[in-house]
């Protein structure tokens, strides 16, 4: 474990959607602006992920599981959080409180203790005109939740990775923040 106590450390938040393998380009951009990088993979995230690769980019293991009771944290806390890629499963549940794995338990509790959040949903149109999807949006802008703007692609149709906007997580972020961006 590397922490950079100099640097602000930005808490990246990967789901199993189809761009996860992709997300070394958002560490890239994140170090290249001087952020500390650490990963959370949600348990299906971290097969959409090659975890080695990940852990030497960013200097710190992956992490997915809870710590046992009693083990210190392994990470200082975070000065930011970017949910990218974020699923559907994982918005919806998100919204709904429910924290019944790492990532979303850090995601419940960050906009109370005023750490923002910026959400990069990647997710087919299908998904998207779910009512429950709409809402949880909502409830989450409600909650001070930065959203991407990426639009859902056509379902069966390839995704739509040309589009998605990895930087975008940190150009939210940016005014909320006094470090760079
Ligand atoms: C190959 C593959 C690609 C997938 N891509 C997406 C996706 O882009 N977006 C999405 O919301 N779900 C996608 N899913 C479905 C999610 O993996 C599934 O809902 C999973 O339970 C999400 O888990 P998580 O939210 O805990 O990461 C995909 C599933 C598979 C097998």
């Known amino acids: 474990m590397s922490d950079q106590p100099d640097k602000p450390f930005l808490q990246i938040v990967v789901c199993a959607a189809g761009v996860a393998a992709d997300v070394g380009k958002l560490i890239t951009a994140a170090q290249e602006r001087r952020w500390d990088v650490g990963v959370i993979a949600t348990p299906q995230g971290l097969g959409f992920l090659d975890v080695e690769v990940v852990g030497t980019q960013t200097g710190r293991p992956v992490r997915s599981a809870w710590r046992s009771p009693g083990e210190p944290r392994p990470t200082r806390p975070a000065d930011a959080i970017a949910v990218a890629p974020a699923s559907f499963n994982t918005v919806n549940k998100w ?12 995601l419940c509790e960050a906009p109370a203790m005023d750490i923002p959040v910026a959400v990069l949903p990647y997710l087919n149109s299908a998904q998207a005109a779910h009512p429950a999807y709409r809402q949880s949006l909502e409830r989450l802008r409600g909650m001070g939740v930065l959203i991407g703007s990426y ?31």
Do not use: Q
Request: aromatic share 4%.
């Open 95 to 106: 919204a709904a409180g429910i924290s019944d794995n790492l990532a979303l338990g850090v």
């Open 151 to 181: 639009e859902p692609h056509r379902p069966k149709a390839g995704g739509g990775a040309d589009r998605y906007r990895w930087e975008e997580a940190l150009e939210l972020l940016a005014p909320k923040l006094s470090a760079p961006a």
